[in-house]
């Protein structure tokens, strides 16, 4: 169990988090956004934690503009000042995805949503479910959402992990309207999904 709202355990698991794995899942998902053709779009991120994600992101994309959506203050602090360089063009705010307030805390549809290792932590398949209806009801026709997570692995009777299974990931977001549904990345413990929104 994780204790994000503590200031020692968040420093503890900041100074934990890592890896060569890590940095291939997020270099796939600077990738996504790549294909867009434009850097001029908004983005949200769910659950940012350190900010690690949006620091890469920021510096990839210099027209972009960035929102992180998450409940933890010692979370938002690191990354505030991992971000400091980017204070003009990045905000933060207190969302629990769990609920449905935290959509009034963004300043205006997102082009992309983005999430990293981070909603796996909401519980299972009916909180999945809530924040994948949230995120489409949030995003601008044409928007692009991107999630690499934790995902269980139940078609091919394996377990590594975290996470609700992966096809279950790909049944809401379809059961949401979302379209372009597809798995774009299946790598150790880590899957990403994609799909956009019909314009």
Do not use: K
Request: include cysteine; hydrophobic fraction near 40%; charge should be negative.
């Amino acid at each position: 169990m994780h204790d994000f709202h503590s200031d020692d355990y968040v420093d503890r698991w900041v100074n934990g988090v890592g890896g060569l794995l890590r940095d291939s899942v997020i270099h796939h998902l600077v990738g996504h956004l790549s294909l867009l053709g434009s850097d001029d779009f908004h983005i949200v991120e769910l659950a940012p934690g350190p900010g690690i994600l949006a620091q890469r992101l920021l510096s990839s994309f210099p027209s972009a503009t960035y929102e992180g959506a998450d409940y933890s203050a010692p979370m938002r602090r690191h990354a505030g000042e991992r971000l400091a360089d980017f204070s003009d063009r990045a905000r933060f705010v207190h969302a629990d995805l769990r609920s449905t307030e935290w959509l009034e805390a963004i300043s205006r549809p997102p082009d992309v949503v983005v999430s990293m290792q981070a909603l796996h932590d909401v519980g299972g398949e009916e909180a999945h479910d809530q924040v994948y209806g949230s995120v489409r009801r949030l995003m601008e026709p044409g928007g692009l959402l991107v999630n690499a997570d934790y995902m269980r692995r139940s078609t091919r009777g394996e377990d590594r992990g975290p996470g609700i299974p992966l096809d279950a990931h790909l049944a809401l977001l379809r059961t949401h309207d979302f379209q372009d549904v597809r798995c774009t990345l299946d790598i150790g413990r880590y899957a990403c999904v994609a799909a956009t929104v019909p314009a």
